[in-house]
Protein backbone atom coordinates (compact mmCIF):
# COMPACT_ATOMS: atom_id res chain seq x y z
CA UNK A 1 0.00 0.00 0.00
CA UNK A 2 1.04 3.18 -0.80
CA UNK A 3 3.37 4.50 2.42
CA UNK A 4 2.29 8.70 2.10
CA UNK A 5 -1.72 7.49 1.94
CA UNK A 6 -0.61 5.36 4.35
CA UNK A 7 0.93 8.15 6.77
CA UNK A 8 -1.99 10.47 5.88
CA UNK A 9 -4.56 7.93 7.35
CA UNK A 10 -1.94 7.04 10.82
CA UNK A 11 -2.45 11.06 11.29
CA UNK A 12 -6.03 10.93 10.32
CA UNK A 13 -6.76 8.17 12.67
CA UNK A 14 -4.39 9.82 15.57
CA UNK A 15 -6.10 13.05 15.58
CA UNK A 16 -9.21 11.65 15.96
CA UNK A 17 -8.30 9.90 19.24
CA UNK A 18 -6.67 12.59 20.11
CA UNK A 19 -9.91 14.63 19.96
CA UNK A 20 -11.87 11.52 21.51
CA UNK A 21 -9.49 11.35 24.67
CA UNK A 22 -9.81 15.72 25.05
CA UNK A 23 -13.61 15.65 24.75
CA UNK A 24 -13.86 12.37 27.48
CA UNK A 25 -12.02 14.62 29.88
CA UNK A 26 -13.86 17.38 29.40
CA UNK A 27 -16.85 15.31 30.44
CA UNK A 28 -15.91 14.30 33.80
CA UNK A 29 -17.81 17.11 35.09
CA UNK A 30 -20.20 16.25 37.94
CA UNK A 31 -24.22 16.46 36.96
CA UNK A 32 -26.53 17.91 39.10
CA UNK A 33 -29.65 16.12 39.84
CA UNK A 34 -30.92 18.23 43.27
CA UNK A 35 -33.48 20.31 42.77
CA UNK A 36 -37.43 19.25 42.26
CA UNK A 37 -38.44 16.90 40.15
CA UNK A 38 -37.94 18.29 36.41
CA UNK A 39 -34.24 19.03 37.61
CA UNK A 40 -33.90 15.52 38.83
CA UNK A 41 -35.46 14.25 35.27
CA UNK A 42 -33.03 16.87 33.28
CA UNK A 43 -30.10 15.18 35.27
CA UNK A 44 -30.93 11.61 34.72
CA UNK A 45 -31.65 11.99 30.96
CA UNK A 46 -27.93 13.79 31.11
CA UNK A 47 -26.61 10.56 33.04
CA UNK A 48 -27.98 8.56 30.32
CA UNK A 49 -26.33 10.44 27.14
CA UNK A 50 -23.60 10.89 28.71
CA UNK A 51 -23.08 7.71 29.49
CA UNK A 52 -24.16 6.44 26.09
CA UNK A 53 -21.73 8.94 24.39
CA UNK A 54 -18.67 7.17 26.43
CA UNK A 55 -19.88 3.77 25.52
CA UNK A 56 -19.76 4.75 21.57
CA UNK A 57 -16.33 6.71 21.89
CA UNK A 58 -15.00 3.81 23.79
CA UNK A 59 -16.20 1.54 20.70
CA UNK A 60 -14.30 3.97 18.57
CA UNK A 61 -10.99 4.36 20.20
CA UNK A 62 -11.20 0.14 20.57
CA UNK A 63 -11.53 0.72 16.63
CA UNK A 64 -9.05 3.45 15.86
CA UNK A 65 -6.49 1.09 17.95
CA UNK A 66 -7.34 -2.03 15.83
CA UNK A 67 -6.49 0.26 12.39
CA UNK A 68 -3.81 1.73 14.35
CA UNK A 69 -2.18 -1.78 15.33
CA UNK A 70 -2.62 -2.67 11.73
CA UNK A 71 -1.26 -0.04 9.99
CA UNK A 72 2.13 -0.81 11.87
CA UNK A 73 2.35 -4.54 11.25
CA UNK A 74 1.53 -3.96 7.48
CA UNK A 75 -1.85 -5.90 7.47
CA UNK A 76 -3.88 -2.20 6.95
CA UNK A 77 -6.14 -2.87 3.96
CA UNK A 78 -5.95 -6.45 4.03
CA UNK A 79 -9.44 -8.30 4.17
CA UNK A 80 -9.28 -9.99 7.61
CA UNK A 81 -11.65 -12.56 5.95
CA UNK A 82 -10.19 -13.43 2.85
CA UNK A 83 -6.72 -11.98 3.13
CA UNK A 84 -6.84 -9.91 -0.08
CA UNK A 85 -6.24 -6.75 -0.69
CA UNK A 86 -9.14 -4.08 -0.20
CA UNK A 87 -9.10 -1.74 -3.19
Same mark, same amino acid.
Given at each position: ? !???? /???????? /? +??? $??? /????? *????? #???? &? =?????? %? &? !??????? !? $?? +? #????? *?? +? $??? =????? #??? !? +?? &? #??? =?? =?? %???
Amino acid at each position: M !NKIF /LLKVKENL /L +SQK $QEI /LFKSS *KEEET #IDTD &G =DEIDSI %Q &G !NLLIALN !N $QL +S #IRNNA *KL +S $QIE =DALKR #IND !N +SY &G #ICE =DC =DE %QIP
